[in-house]
């Protein structure tokens, strides 16, 4: 049977009639724009990460770029950002005024160290963009020691634990993304900001609504980027589900495991003393685009997402041009998401594993 990349539709299932009866409620109560389940969600998202704050806004692009404006990012500084991640973590850089300057990742966790950082850092830098990628949790504690804020980017990595506490409150401040195929998704576009420091959040308050507390008054050049109350409501109802979500995702790396994938192939790593809820699951092998024709041709989802990372990407060529990144030029060549979900299945894995296995055998014959 084909296995898709990912299955939104099958854990939300269950909750479709609270999900509806939610929606019903918002329609029915007339407050669409920072209603009572926005303000009730940001507490409830907050207490469930960890931090004291959570700032419901349009999207996880806008919210990098809000929480960067409040850490006092502008023009003139320099914001460290990996080059193997999704493009908007480096993108939500450039509206801020500063220079996105990239670093290297490991290959074995796809996250960033204090060894990459610290080699991109110089007196410019404001601030470093730490990406929880594929829902691995890089090690925030380690990098902030280098001296450097640090804002986490955890579009990806809703429901992943480490050591020190959720993603969301490790840094200094923290983004998500609620796009619907995260570990925590709405029914269209929607993201968070999440902190621990209040002057920080209240900035980011003001700034997703035009710069203003009361629409009277508008003391900074903001924007429009507000969660919805619909979605809020929608969120609303799956928070409590997301941990037993996030342990389907665990169970479905641990059934690859066990069906020998690792064999075959590069699992990806957890980094020291974090549990990853892996948004994706991404393999590494020489032979990368033979495994994804097969995996295609068995009907089985599977996807290279950044083949080209960012420094290469034509929007950057002013600021990645030099960038010399051994590593993500390795995996960006090496890498391949292959199906993952809340509810991936041992015979699932087994399937796309004996798919795997024959386009190994097939490459190196
Ligand atoms: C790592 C990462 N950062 C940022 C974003 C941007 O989030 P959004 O699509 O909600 O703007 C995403 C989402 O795709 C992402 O995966």
Redesign the pocket.
């Known amino acids: 049977m084909p296995v898709p990349l990912f299955d939104t539709k099958t854990p939300l299932a269950p909750l479709r009639e609270q999900i509806l009866a939610r929606m019903e409620e918002v329609v029915d109560d007339g407050r669409y724009i920072l209603g009572p389940n926005v303000g009730a969600f940001e507490q409830e998202f907050a207490a469930y990460v960890g931090a004291e704050h959570a700032i419901g806004v349009a ?3 806008d919210a ?1 770029t809000l929480a960067l404006r409040a850490m006092g990012v502008g023009p003139g500084d320099e914001v460290v950002v990996p080059s193997f ?2 493009y ?2 480096a993108e939500a850089i450039p509206p801020t005024g500063a220079t996105p300057v990239f670093c290297d990742v490991d290959p074995d966790t796809f996250c960033v160290t204090p060894e990459t950082v610290k080699a991109a850092l110089t007196p410019r830098t404001k601030a470093v963009v730490v ?1 929880h ?1 594929f829902g691995n949790v890089a090690p925030v504690r380690e990098i902030e020691a280098l001296g450097v804020p640090v804002l986490e ?1 955890a ?2 990595a809703a429901g992943s634990v480490s050591e020190d506490g959720r993603p969301g409150a490790l840094g200094t401040a923290a983004t998500f ?1 609620f ?1 619907p195929s995260k570990n925590l998704g709405c029914f269209g ?1 929607g ?1 968070a900001v999440t902190t621990r420091d209040r002057e920080l959040a209240d900035r980011v308050r003001m700034l997703r609504f035009h710069g203003s507390w009361d629409k009277v008054t508008y003391e900074h050049v903001g924007c429009n980027s507000r969660l919805d109350e619909l979605q809020a409501a929608i969120l609303r109802v799956q928070l409590p589900h997301l941990d037993g979500w996030a342990d389907g995702r665990r169970a479905a790396g641990r059934h690859y495991a066990q069906a020998g994938l690792g064999e075959l192939v590069e699992l990806p790593v957890p980094v020291r003393g974090c549990d990853p809820a892996w948004h994706l699951y991404v393999i590494r092998h020489a032979q990368a685009d033979a495994i994804a024709a097969a995996l295609a041709e068995a009907g089985h989802g599977q996807k290279a997402y950044y083949r080209t990372p960012i420094h290469r990407q034509p929007a950057m060529a002013q600021w990645g041009a030099g960038a010399e990144l051994p590593a993500t030029d390795e995996i960006a060549r090496t890498h391949l998401a292959i199906p993952v979900s809340p509810v991936l299945s041992a015979e699932q894995a087994a399937d796309v594993t004996a798919t795997i296995a024959a386009a190994v055998a097939a490459a190196v014959a």
Do not use: I, K, P
Request: charged residues 10%.
């Open positions: 999207n996880g692009t990098l991640t999704f908007a973590s990406v990628l980017d579009a990806q993304s796009f576009d993201g």
